[in-house]
């Protein structure tokens, strides 16, 4: 994990002058490479008598290879790589059946019970924008797909008391994907993640999947 961010930051820290500041009107240029997001993380498509989860967060962070569809660069792809960090609350009941970590539902259990994700993520954008060469302060619409890889998942359980974490579950879906939206102006973008995948497999009440899904709202930075 060090190792990855280290390359990470190398990489952002290159692309950061990858780019002159002697830019003209007309120029080709690059826009919007480096992100940074904070979100506020919620789970969905929850089974019923399952609560939604309390209050969760997330961070991201990433660079973005941006390629001008166009001369005029207003209309872009971006396709990327990441890291992100989600909390969640959850109201799962859990536990272990031999060698196996089981997820169930019980009403009665509220959402004091934490899983955290560690991934790689992979964006890729259709870009809009009002940008130019030499013009840093613009509107932007950006939509796409988001595929994540989970590099290490951690969850709780609270039993009288007691609190069992187990890790890298194999229930656990590591490969998710979901739809992403931003739209804002300079700086301040607000930014919409809507997962498309369940975060469970082979995870079921009775006869019924248990399809519990995310939904991400934050704002996301750029840089460069």
Same mark, same amino acid.
């Given at each position: 994990?060090?190792?990855?961010?280290?390359?990470?930051?190398?990489?952002?820290?290159?692309?950061?002058?990858?780019?002159?500041?002697?830019?003209?009107?007309?120029?080709?240029?690059?826009?919007?490479?480096?992100?940074?997001?904070?979100?506020?993380?919620?789970?969905?498509?929850?089974?019923?008598?399952?609560?939604?989860?309390?209050?969760?967060?997330?961070?991201?962070?990433?660079?973005?290879?941006?390629?001008?569809?166009?001369?005029?660069?207003?209309?872009?792809?971006?396709?990327?790589?990441?890291?992100?960090?989600?909390?969640?609350?959850?109201?799962?009941?859990?536990?272990?059946?031999?060698?196996?970590?089981?997820?169930?539902?019980?009403?009665?259990?509220?959402?004091?019970?934490?899983?955290?994700?560690?991934?790689?993520?992979?964006?890729?954008?259709?870009? &809009?924008?009002?940008?130019?060469?030499?013009?840093?302060?613009? &509107?932007?619409?950006?939509?796409?797909?988001?595929?994540?890889?989970?590099?290490?998942?951690?969850?709780?359980?609270?039993?009288?008391?007691?609190?069992?974490?187990?890790?890298?579950?194999?229930?656990?879906?590591?490969?998710?994907?979901?739809?992403?939206?931003?739209?804002?102006?300079?700086?301040?973008?607000?930014?919409?993640?809507?997962?498309?995948?369940?975060?469970?497999?082979?995870?079921?009440?009775?006869?019924?999947?248990?399809?519990?899904?995310?939904?991400?709202?934050?704002?996301?930075?750029?840089?460069?």
């Amino acid at each position: 994990m060090k190792n990855y961010l280290v390359l990470l930051f190398i990489t952002f820290t290159t692309c950061l002058f990858a780019q002159k500041d002697s830019l003209q009107l007309g120029d080709k240029y690059l826009e919007d490479q480096l992100y940074f997001g904070v979100t506020y993380n919620q789970l969905i498509s929850q089974p019923s008598g399952v609560l939604n989860s309390g209050f969760s967060y997330g961070i991201n962070a990433g660079y973005i290879r941006d390629i001008s569809l166009v001369k005029s660069g207003q209309v872009a792809l971006g396709i990327g790589i990441g890291y992100a960090f989600d909390s969640f609350k959850h109201g799962f009941k859990v536990l272990t059946q031999g060698s196996d970590v089981v997820i169930e539902v019980d009403p009665s259990i509220q959402t004091t019970n934490g899983l955290k994700l560690h991934s790689l993520e992979f964006p890729l954008e259709f870009r &809009w924008r009002t940008s130019t060469a030499n013009k840093y302060k613009f &509107w932007r619409i950006y939509t796409g797909l988001k595929v994540s890889y989970n590099l290490k998942n951690s969850i709780s359980y609270t039993n009288n008391s007691v609190v069992s974490t187990y890790n890298n579950i194999a229930r656990f879906n590591k490969l998710q994907y979901g739809l992403t939206f931003s739209a804002g102006y300079s700086t301040f973008n607000f930014n919409l993640y809507y997962g498309l995948s369940p975060l469970f497999k082979d995870a079921s009440l009775g006869t019924k999947s248990i399809g519990t899904k995310t939904i991400k709202i934050g704002m996301l930075f750029y840089i460069l």
